[in-house]
């Protein structure tokens, strides 16, 4: 069988820059639309332009300097927005714009104050209103998480035959699981006629913490576009993150699913990100935390040092980080402290290791983690 592509839709942009204290500004936007470009997502969701001028600019300012991706641009169900998302597309090699508007009851009844038809009737318009634009029209149904599936799949026909290109169900609050969100896809590739006339793009908050999972989860379930961000970036507790989906599909063969991700250049571009939106990425984030390759007690390090898969599902090569790390704690082992001491060019073993053994691990004690220096003391 052929593997499928599963197109990789980056929001950091936006959604990822909605984040207190990570704004960027036209150049920043440009340098990590650059890199987003070489990492080789498809599609770069660039901002929301009528949001403010600055973002405008930004959006028309990635669209000059980017070729191959789809730049997109979002707005809500609403002329005026569409225009302006149109207007700074104009310099888009291929441009998309993402339009919608919420479906959930709490949307309908406290946010729009209005009925079920009347949102329909505002989306179909969006769309065929977007459709004069732009060579490609996304439509959201935002809180689809939380949107009736029966309803949900009725606003998603609508759009479909209002024309557009590829259907997004949020999981805009991160309340689904994984068997819900990916029972919701499959509910949609079966009772929506027109489901094949479009994509189906999951877009999951991480609230719960459920976001890549669900994600996922709505892949193995027909989705063919998951929308993500760097380092999980994203309002509240995040989007899910593009690492984490790339390095899912490229570890599981079987799902026979490919992204356009070179995953080499995963860690350079986690730092960009990181670095310009003065986000700083915890410690134990799979995939791009300074810990995801760190081993550091006795059991995994000796485990790690006879064979890498022992306790590695990943290259760390394959992510552009150089080699997994054997971090000297009290909890290490001799096996830990013999590779280390060989790192700086002692080769010890039998009793001689035995003996700065102990020395080893009275030092750890106080200092808690034991860097080359300290070893050179050691061994003096
Ligand atoms: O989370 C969400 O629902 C969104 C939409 C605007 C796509 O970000
Ligand atoms: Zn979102």
Redesign the pocket.
Known sequence: MDKEKVYIFD?TLR?GEQVPGCQLNTDEKVIVAQALESLGVDIIEAGFPISSPGDFEAVEAVCKAVREPVICA?TRAVKKDIEVAAQSLRYAHRGRI?T?IGTSDYHIKYKFNSNPEEIIRRGVEAVKYAKNFAEQVEF?A??AGRTDNEFLARVVEAMIKAGADVV?I?D?TGYCLPNEYGAKIAYLKNNVPNIDKAIIST?C?NDLGMATANSVAGVMNGARQVEVTMNGIG?RAGNTSLEEVAMILKSHPYLDLYTKIQSIQLAKTSKLVSTMMRMPVQPNKAIVGRNAFAHSSGIHQDGVLKHRENYEVIDPKDVGVDSSEIILTARSGRAALRYRLEGIGHKVEGGALDSIYEKFLKMADEKKVIEDNDLHLLIA
């Open positions: 929001t959604d979002l993402h919608g959201y935002e809180d997004n949020p805009t877009h908050h309002e």
